[in-house]
């Protein structure tokens, strides 16, 4: 079976290399083959002076640069010196942003998705995940996911349609999404050029809360409605099953990462959670790097038929918060020692929330 490459793992200076841009020594962590457990080349790798030097020769960049090389010759051969890698970091265009006046201009509960979300939560719940999450609204009633990263810059926003009394997404025609950023260009507000680094929806959560466990989904609807029932975590959405893009990884650098994949997605979303685990790996000591695992949630509780459509982590939520009963009820004795008064008399209002937690492997803190 095929096995993601990975960084080699710190264990004191012999395993740190001479960087082929920079040429400082011991500074340059290799791309190992995850089958053979063999550098892939000595060129593949990553260079830890991110500012100085910016190196990052990825093995997908290799392979596709180097498409004949076979397992034998690989490692042994010298590489493309005639084209020196230059570093993404020199490119011209900066990552766009939009000033945050839109965001505030467009704040708004008139969406047909907020409509949705107040029939399943409370005034209270639905108005803090409002402010958190900055969500607006078109005058079409149009939800509006405002993507505003780490540092507060809003990158874009996503416009949706949904239906006010199923929740479910109404796609235009073409599938094609809206996207707050293109509208801004057509009007000529934006540049032309504008240079859209998308990034994970509430990212700018993580840096208010930086020792918050992090959640991620796919969807925004997930995360907002996990946000709703369980807001001393911090949930991200992905933005569909291959937003997990490497540059975004960056910002979850030191943080307890969950990955909460709908089904059908479990095997894409623990390949991704094995690279983001390798993307930073530990320095001996000093306990820095990233720990993500998956919950298998859904896999686990899933019906063969619910698996055959396909539930998603907001599906399952809205089920347990309409009261459907779950298969048991929690005992009430094992309620009452273990949540804060509040909680508690949610859990005993719906029980099928002291399963969810559970299930979510959560506690409450
Ligand atoms: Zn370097």
């Given at each position: 079976m095929y096995a993601l490459p990975y960084l080699q793992k710190y264990k004191g200076k012999a395993t740190r290399h001479t960087c082929p841009q920079c040429e400082v020594k011991e500074c340059f962590t290799l791309y190992?083959?995850?089958?053979?457990?063999?550098?892939?080349n000595k060129r593949v790798g990553k260079c830890n002076r991110e500012s100085k030097c910016g190196y990052h020769y990825t093995p997908k960049q290799f392979f596709i640069d180097n498409p004949d090389l076979n397992e034998t010759t690989r490692q042994a051969c010298d590489l493309h010196y005639s084209k020196p890698f230059v570093a993404r970091q020199q490119t011209v265009v900066p990552i766009g942003t939009i000033p945050f006046t839109f965001v505030e201009r467009s704040a708004s509960y008139k969406s047909n998705f907020v409509r949705f979300l107040c029939e399943i939560l409370s005034n209270e719940q639905m108005q803090a995940i409002g402010e958190k999450y900055a969500l607006g609204a078109t005058k079409n009633q149009e939800v509006i996911f405002w993507q505003i990263d780490i540092t507060g810059k809003v990158r874009t926003g996503k416009i949706m349609q949904y239906n006010p009394e199923t929740g479910h997404r109404i796609k235009h025609e073409s599938g094609?999404?809206?996207w707050v950023h293109n509208k801004l260009k057509k009007s000529g507000t934006l540049p032309k050029d504008y240079n859209l680094q998308q990034c994970f929806f509430g990212e700018h959560l993580l840096g208010l809360h930086p020792e918050a466990t992090v959640c991620i989904v796919e969807s925004e609807k997930s995360a907002l409605i996990s946000a709703a029932i369980f807001p001393d975590e911090i949930w991200l959405a992905s933005g569909g099953i291959?937003?997990?893009?490497?540059?975004?990884?960056?910002?979850?650098?030191?943080?307890?990462?969950?990955?909460?994949?709908?089904?059908?997605?479990?095997?894409k979303w623990n390949e991704k959670a094995q690279m983001l685990n390798s993307l930073f790996p530990s320095p001996l000591g000093e306990g820095s790097g990233v720990?993500?695992?998956?919950?298998?949630?859904?896999?686990?509780i899933a019906t063969l038929q619910a698996k055959a459509k396909g539930l998603d982590v907001a599906d399952f939520?809205?089920?347990?918060l309409k009261n459907i009963q779950p298969?048991?009820?929690?005992?009430?004795?094992?309620?009452?020692?273990?949540?804060?008064?509040?909680?508690?008399?949610?859990?005993?209002?719906?029980?099928?929330?002291?399963?969810?937690?559970?299930?979510l492997e959560l506690i409450e803190v």
């Open positions: 190992f083959d995850g089958n053979t457990h063999q550098p892939i094609a999404i809206d291959n937003g997990l893009q490497e540059e975004k990884y960056k910002v979850l650098e030191n943080r307890t990462v969950i990955l909460y994949p709908d089904l059908k997605a479990f095997e720990r993500c695992s998956v919950s298998t949630l859904l896999e686990d939520m809205i089920k347990q298969d048991k009820t929690p005992e009430k004795s094992l309620i009452q020692s273990r949540f804060s008064p509040e909680l508690q008399s949610m859990i005993e209002e719906k029980p099928a929330l002291m399963l969810l937690l559970d299930r």
